[in-house]
């Protein structure tokens, strides 16, 4: 996708992945920058340890305390976050207008503090977090405080209440990255299914097989590399030729 944008705006560049461990995050970052690389993207599961690895943070990833993209200048590297402005874009061009009725935010990572965000800038007012770890709900807590999201969190044992009311699901987890299955209570449920794990996941064929709408996190993805891609070079991403390249349909 980021290579037909380079391509699309005729950028001498290329995207490239790699693996890099924890203990080397620091130095990766680093030699990033000593290379006059363009930028870096950083995924799970490192975009909260990403933090402490940058010279300077954004206003927005200085709140949230996750990174997901990174820029590089002559004064060092810059740590940003483009999946909560990636995901309201996907809420917006996917469901039009605001969600009527509570969201149910499943994870209380980086990649839910990014839906929380985007989520109460769609216009949802109620939001519940899930998640089974209670230092992950507290640091949970810490976060929402201090970017002022309105939103209360709960252990796992809640997910079945708070699913059956709900007006929109989003799965914020690794569950399914990890072959890990997801139960929710498909039958009880009104709810929209958004699911951050980008591709036809199990979760999002679960929910159509129950009849409910569901979205995965294509649209996010392309979205949220819009932003990171303009960050990167100063000039508008070409939506059409990255929509082309992840096999999306055009607007």
């Not at 997901?68 to 996917?94: I, K, M, W, Y």
Request: hydrophobic share 50%; charged share 20%.
């Amino acid at each position: 996708m980021l290579n037909a944008a380079f391509d699309a705006r005729k950028i001498d560049a290329v995207y490239l992945a790699w693996r890099v461990g924890e203990a080397a995050l620091s130095e990766a970052v680093a030699t990033l920058a000593a290379v006059g690389a363009l930028g870096a993207n950083v995924t799970v599961p490192h975009k909260e340890r990403a933090v402490s690895c940058v010279d300077a943070l954004s206003d927005r990833a200085r709140v949230m305390q996750c990174v997901n993209c990174v820029t590089f200048d002559p004064r060092g590297s810059t740590g940003h976050n483009t999946d909560a402005p990636g995901l309201e874009r996907a809420l917006r061009e996917q469901l039009g207008k605001r969600v009527r009725g509570p969201a149910v935010i499943l994870g209380a990572g980086g990649a839910a503090r990014a839906a929380a965000v985007a989520l109460q800038a769609f216009g949802v007012g109620e939001m519940a977090v899930v998640n089974r770890s209670s230092q992950r709900r507290r640091a949970f807590n810490v976060f929402a405080t201090r970017a002022g999201v309105a939103v209360a969190t709960h252990p796992w044992s809640d997910v079945v209440r708070l699913c059956a009311d709900a007006a929109i699901v989003v799965n914020a987890t690794s569950a399914q990255v990890k072959n890990e299955a997801l139960t929710l209570p498909f039958d009880r449920m009104r709810a929209v299914i958004y699911d951050l794990t980008y591709g036809r996941t199990p979760l999002v064929a679960r929910a159509e097989t129950a009849g409910l709408r569901a979205f995965d996190g294509s649209l996010m993805l392309l979205h949220q590399a819009a932003v990171a891609f303009e960050l990167w070079t100063g000039k508008t991403a070409p939506l059409a030729a990255m929509r082309k390249a992840l096999g999306l349909g055009a607007t």
